[in-house]
């Protein structure tokens, strides 16, 4: 007996036409990116209106000189946020960011003061001692296979130990290197203090931005955080392009240990934990998924500026020092939540 012929249903449309073939490829990744400019939009706006109830509430928080604190308060947080952005486009995490910058400063100490190194040997070095510990993040990461999460917080309480026991619980002053200080305190516009560190940020965004837009390792770094297995199938070695982004972060650490140590003319063994935190924070309030596959540098920079001028603003009203610590936890969750809404629409 002959089975009777089926006839499939007619599809709605036939994706083969022009107009709906430009439409399936065109219309995901432009209203994607409108999305993305619609959040950094409204980032920016969140940070416009802060700043005008800031202004409001007090005469002394828009002047000159506070707008240069806060540029300066936002430059050692927002660099370290620069490499973070890589990090967590990739779907990864890094909780060492905050005592990784601690250790680079208490080793610019010791290669400075106790080593008697020249200023830009110490300096280089340093950088590059931040890059180390993004390396061992990496390898840990991607060839132990230990999750980012665990494999940088054990790295975060290294780092807060190895600060004390290099520098023997005591601070590092940089008494005979007085050209360390200008790297983040120079003026370097005269008659407005302007100082080199916020320079140095400024130049740190435009290459985190080219690093991420322009070329093939923000290519992947997308690719990676999007779908790690597609990526790793498609011929990318994954494991060596995930050290390589963590190694870069390490440098933005390394990059931050120096300007932190210079703006406070030592290097102090204690602090860095919830750095990170602040960090991440400002990744994410700029519009970057925890989840990988998705953010920018741009609206980084506005996450950063965001906590700086809420940290700012609150001390210019007299709030306590718990109760900021309460706003910024607040602000994280915050960011952490909407993240979270962004991904279930999308």
């Given at each position: 007996?002959?089975?009777?012929?089926?006839?499939?249903?007619?599809?709605?449309?036939?994706?083969?036409?022009?107009?709906?073939?430009?439409?399936?490829?065109?219309a995901t990744p432009r209203f994607a990116r409108i999305r993305g400019s619609l959040q950094q939009l409204l980032a920016f706006a969140s940070l416009i209106l802060i700043v005008l109830v800031f202004s409001l509430a007090s005469p002394h928080f828009f002047t000159t000189n506070n707008l240069v604190s806060i540029l300066t308060a936002a430059t050692?947080?927002?660099?370290?946020?620069?490499g973070t952005t890589f990090v967590i486009i990739t779907g990864g995490i890094d909780l060492s960011i905050g005592t990784g910058m601690v250790l680079s400063g208490v080793m610019a100490g010791v290669f400075l003061t106790y080593l008697g190194w020249p200023l830009w040997a110490g300096v280089l070095a340093t950088i590059l001692f931040g890059g180390l510990i993004g390396l061992i993040n990496g390898v840990n990461i991607s060839v132990l296979g230990i999750p980012p999460f665990i494999a940088t917080l054990g790295m975060m309480l290294i780092a807060a130990g190895l600060s004390l026991v290099i520098s023997g619980t005591k601070p590092i002053y940089f008494k005979d290197h007085p050209d360390f200080q200008s790297i983040m305190n120079l003026s370097?516009?005269?008659?407005?203090?302007?100082?080199?560190?916020?320079a140095i940020f400024i130049v740190m965004i435009v290459v985190a931005a080219v690093l991420l837009s322009k070329t093939i390792l923000g290519r992947y770094t997308f690719s990676i955080g999007s779908n790690e297995a597609a990526t790793a199938l498609s011929g990318v070695n994954v494991r060596r392009w995930k050290i390589i982004i963590y190694t870069l972060a390490g440098l933005f650490v390394g990059l931050a240990g120096?300007?932190?140590a210079s703006r406070l003319s030592s290097a102090q063994p204690t602090g860095?934990?919830?750095?990170?935190?602040?960090?991440?924070?400002a990744v994410?309030?700029?519009?970057?998924?925890?989840?990988?596959?998705?953010?920018s540098i741009v609206g980084t920079v506005i996450g950063a500026l965001i906590?700086?001028?809420?940290?700012?603003?609150?001390?210019?009203?007299?709030?306590?020092?718990?109760?900021?610590?309460?706003?910024?936890?607040?602000?994280?969750?915050?960011?952490?939540?909407l993240d979270m809404l962004r991904r279930r629409r999308a």
């Amino acid at each position: 007996m002959t089975s009777p012929t089926v006839t499939p249903p007619k599809p709605d449309r036939d994706p083969s036409t022009t107009a709906f073939a430009a439409i399936d490829k065109g219309a995901t990744p432009r209203f994607a990116r409108i999305r993305g400019s619609l959040q950094q939009l409204l980032a920016f706006a969140s940070l416009i209106l802060i700043v005008l109830v800031f202004s409001l509430a007090s005469p002394h928080f828009f002047t000159t000189n506070n707008l240069v604190s806060i540029l300066t308060a936002a430059t050692v947080t927002g660099i370290l946020a620069l490499g973070t952005t890589f990090v967590i486009i990739t779907g990864g995490i890094d909780l060492s960011i905050g005592t990784g910058m601690v250790l680079s400063g208490v080793m610019a100490g010791v290669f400075l003061t106790y080593l008697g190194w020249p200023l830009w040997a110490g300096v280089l070095a340093t950088i590059l001692f931040g890059g180390l510990i993004g390396l061992i993040n990496g390898v840990n990461i991607s060839v132990l296979g230990i999750p980012p999460f665990i494999a940088t917080l054990g790295m975060m309480l290294i780092a807060a130990g190895l600060s004390l026991v290099i520098s023997g619980t005591k601070p590092i002053y940089f008494k005979d290197h007085p050209d360390f200080q200008s790297i983040m305190n120079l003026s370097i516009i005269p008659g407005i203090r302007f100082p080199l560190g916020v320079a140095i940020f400024i130049v740190m965004i435009v290459v985190a931005a080219v690093l991420l837009s322009k070329t093939i390792l923000g290519r992947y770094t997308f690719s990676i955080g999007s779908n790690e297995a597609a990526t790793a199938l498609s011929g990318v070695n994954v494991r060596r392009w995930k050290i390589i982004i963590y190694t870069l972060a390490g440098l933005f650490v390394g990059l931050a240990g120096v300007l932190s140590a210079s703006r406070l003319s030592s290097a102090q063994p204690t602090g860095g934990m919830g750095l990170e935190l602040e960090a991440i924070a400002a990744v994410v309030i700029g519009g970057t998924s925890l989840q990988g596959g998705k953010g920018s540098i741009v609206g980084t920079v506005i996450g950063a500026l965001i906590m700086a001028v809420l940290t700012n603003g609150l001390r210019i009203i007299s709030v306590p020092q718990e109760w900021q610590s309460v706003a910024v936890g607040v602000v994280i969750l915050v960011a952490v939540y909407l993240d979270m809404l962004r991904r279930r629409r999308a």
